[in-house]
């Protein structure tokens, strides 16, 4: 059983930074992908970048290239979302997820599993 486990969510100050952590347990292969996602009240849920834990390969929206970074860990199975530069319309809840077949790598509906959730807050 697959189960994602994110922490680091806060309340920060408009050009501020947070570090987002996800584990990920329960995968028969070390080779999969794990995107951080988002989504505010009212909005859709929003990719914001994603990794292949088999190559390392990344990729990003537009709307956080040059802020966001996602990176693994030493232990490959734990993904870091580091965000600087903080914005209030970074306001949301953020999700780690992951699936071990995801063709595009930020649309939602390619992931089958999800973490819990954390609540990331900036304020201007």
């Known amino acids: 059983q697959v189960q994602l486990v994110e922490a680091g969510g806060g309340s920060v100050q408009t050009g501020g930074s947070l570090r987002l952590s996800c584990v990920a347990s329960?995968?028969?292969?070390?080779?999969?992908?794990m995107g951080w996602f988002r989504q505010a009240p009212g909005k859709e849920r929003e990719g914001v970048a994603a990794?292949?834990?088999?190559?390392?390969?990344?990729y990003y929206a537009d709307s956080v290239k040059g802020r966001f970074t996602i990176s693994q860990g030493d232990a490959k199975n734990t993904v870091y979302l580091q965000m600087n530069n903080l914005k209030p319309e970074d306001t949301a809840m953020y999700y780690c997820?992951?699936?071990?077949?995801?063709?595009?790598?930020?649309?939602?509906?390619?992931?089958?599993?999800w973490g819990q959730g954390t609540q990331v807050t900036v304020s201007s």
């Open positions: 990794i292949y834990t088999g190559s390392g390969a990344t």
């Open positions: 997820a992951a699936d071990q077949f995801v063709f595009r790598w930020l649309l939602a509906a390619e992931y089958t599993y």
């Open positions: 329960g995968f028969s292969s070390a080779n999969y992908f």
